[in-house]
């Protein structure tokens, strides 16, 4: 049984835990097929399940550290996640 971390904002469904990633448990034809997906990654940080949790909840997560620029250099920022017209994204919010 994989670990449920919140509600599917594109069907409403479970998002549950898989190895490298969060996505809906709707993901299969018979299911209804939905694209929801969420990286476990995120320019060179974990994003770790209580943050998924925060982004499916309210679309925005708390102010995260750890994140590392394309120089190598660590930073901190809130996420943000939203829907393109085609697939869910996430993007970075500095305050």
């Keep these: 049984m994989k670990h449920v971390i919140g509600k599917c ?3 409403g469904g479970e998002v549950v835990e ?3 990633f969060y996505g809906c448990a709707n ?3 018979e299911d209804g097929k939905c694209p929801f997906t969420l990286p476990k990654k995120f320019t060179g940080r974990g994003i770790p399940s209580f943050v ?3 982004l499916l909840e309210s679309r925005e997560s708390r102010k995260v ?4 620029s394309s120089k190598g250099e660590k930073f901190s ?3 943000e996640l939203f829907w393109d017209g085609n697939k869910w ?3 970075m919010r500095f305050e």
Excluded: I, N, Y
């Design 27 to 29: 993901w299969r034809r």
């Design 18 to 20: 898989f190895p490298r």
């Design 89 to 91: 994204k996430l993007k």
């Design 77 to 79: 920022a809130s996420l």
């Design 52 to 54: 998924a949790r925060e």
């Design 9 to 11: 904002p594109h069907c």
């Design 65 to 68: 550290s750890g994140f590392v």
